[in-house]
């Protein structure tokens, strides 16, 4: 296939007008001009053509959760991520039983993803290793201390899937469950009330990931910068940002783009009623309310989103962040921050042949894999 006079998003950060040829689900290649004799040509010509987009924090969509340990569930939540333009996904779990967890990790292991659906490039464990004082939408009473074989088993359970693991670095033992698996996969800190030095540790210590910056975390001060601060001095750690207009405000989604330049990874942290009517959903085993962009808890705690990456994406650009920047924190970013951009997140030749077509009002198209 040669998709051909669309605007192409290379790695350097910039819109060209190239042509594009994919075999077999591969980059082969990318230039001003593809001959395409005996191709299958897809005209491209005023669209935007932009690698698959990267979630790495979703829970569910399309009336569904990752947590409900459900083959059709998942393939659902799959099917709407990829007509979303979400080609490569973590579905991401919530604080629950040990049973629970492992239930959902044996069902994720064996799942086998088709054509129509998004591929599951990993998990994301959320939950248990969270701070009370800062559980969010998670159940305080499933939280548990950092535990290292616990995690180990979950990690054996799921196929050696788990890609990420949100760990609170303010509750007793987190310091030493970064240090020992640092290497085994990538820890991110989030639910926390961790100062500015007790962060720093960790990070230092081997977390290289920021679960939802701002959210579920202390505020960042001048005097008191928390999390927050920790991250931006440290060049190599990645910032997730929920840009639903709802979780942070424009203003500091603006500014984070540049504290934090080129390590911003938009994530959607969209539920089971993300795709779906105003109502009455579950998340983790709590009621849920939905009207509008806005889910709450019953006691108004903001529980997830209900907008997918690609509506992150767009209400970045509308917020006043670049295209440019803004396909990098869906693309490049992601696919960096959780070790995978040797596969995806570019149209380097050899990659995952994985591409969207955009319209000038950042709607999708078309999606190849």
């Avoid at 108004?300 to 650009?317: H, P, Q, Y």
């Amino acid at each position: 296939m040669v998709i051909k006079n669309g605007l192409v998003y290379e790695e350097e950060k910039r819109f060209r007008k190239k042509d594009l040829r994919v075999e077999h689900h591969q980059i082969i290649e990318c230039a001003e001009y593809i001959e395409s004799v005996s191709d299958q040509v897809v005209d491209a010509d005023g669209l935007y053509v932009i690698p698959g987009l990267i979630d790495v924090h979703s829970h569910g969509a399309a009336g569904y959760d990752v947590s409900d340990a459900d083959a059709k569930g998942l393939a659902e939540i799959l099917r709407y991520e990829k007509k979303c333009g979400i080609t490569s996904y973590c579905p991401t779990t919530m604080t629950l039983s040990k049973e629970r967890i492992f239930a959902i990790l044996d069902h994720i292991r064996i799942f086998c993803e088709e054509e129509d659906m998004a591929r599951i490039i990993g998990v994301h464990m959320e939950g248990p290793f969270l701070d009370a004082r800062k559980k969010g939408a998670h159940r305080k009473e499933e939280i548990l201390e950092p535990d290292i074989a616990f995690f180990r088993e979950c990690n054996r359970r799921s196929g050696q899937r788990i890609r990420l693991v949100t760990v609170a670095p303010s509750v007793t033992g987190a310091l030493e469950f970064i240090q020992e698996l640092k290497d085994e996969t990538i820890l991110s800190i989030g639910h926390t009330s961790a100062d500015y030095q007790t962060a720093k540790e960790a990070i230092l210590a081997g977390a290289k990931h920021i679960t939802h910056l701002y959210n579920a975390m202390p505020p960042f001060l001048h005097r008191d910068p928390g999390v927050v601060g920790a991250a931006a001095e440290q060049a190599e750690c990645m910032v997730e940002l929920i840009c639903d207009g709802i979780h942070v405000h424009e203003s500091m989604v603006r500014a984070t783009f540049t504290l934090f330049p080129d390590r911003v990874v938009l994530i959607s942290d969209s539920i089971r009623a993300t795709g779906m009517k105003d109502g009455r959903y579950e998340l983790g085993g709590q009621e849920v309310w939905v009207k509008g962009k806005l889910a709450t808890l019953s006691d108004g705690t903001i529980a997830g989103s209900v907008s997918n990456l690609l509506d992150c994406m767009r209400k970045a650009v509308e917020f006043g962040i670049s295209l440019e920047d803004a396909v990098a924190a869906v693309t490049v970013n992601p696919a960096k921050s959780v070790g995978i951009y040797d596969k995806v997140g570019s149209f380097g030749i050899g990659k995952k042949g994985d591409v969207v077509l955009l319209d000038k009002d950042l709607r999708v198209v078309r999606v190849i894999t």
